[in-house]
């Protein structure tokens, strides 16, 4: 079993920076893929990264490319996403989540979910 908790969500201006973290229980965690989703009220869950257990290779949503970057550190059960050039339209839950596979893939869901930090940009 896999236990995740966020931190680091609070309210910036737009063009600001936040770095979110996510803790992890459970020595399974550094043997899986983790990601970082986000959900707006009204609209539909968002992809918005992920990393493969090791942290070799990285995944984006179109919407946060260049601006977003993931990382983990498996010696302290953990992972951040480091947002920067924040927009409004950023503004949302975000949640980390772990994939009960090493290499992340889109066929596959996510199995363990934290239960969000909140990320406000105001304009």
């Known amino acids: 079993q896999v236990q995740l908790v966020e931190s680091g969500g609070g309210l910036v201006q737009a063009g600001g920076s936040l770095r979110l973290s996510c803790a992890a229980s459970?020595?399974?965690?550094?043997?899986?893929?983790m990601g970082w989703f986000r959900q707006a009220p009204g609209k539909e869950r968002e992809f918005v990264a992920a990393?493969?257990?090791?942290?070799?290779?990285?995944h984006y949503g179109d919407s946060v490319k260049g601006r977003f970057t993931i990382s983990r550190d498996n010696a302290k059960n953990t992972g951040d996403l480091q947002m920067n050039s924040l927009k409004p339209e950023d503004t949302a839950a975000y949640y980390c989540?772990?994939?009960?596979?090493?290499?992340?893939?889109?066929?596959?869901?996510?199995?363990?979910w934290g239960q969000g930090t909140q990320v406000t940009v105001s304009s």
């Open positions: 989540a772990a994939q009960s596979r090493s290499y992340y893939s889109t066929r596959y869901k996510f199995d363990y």
């Open positions: 459970g020595r399974a965690f550094s043997t899986y893929a």
């Open positions: 990393i493969n257990y090791n942290g070799g290779v990285t």
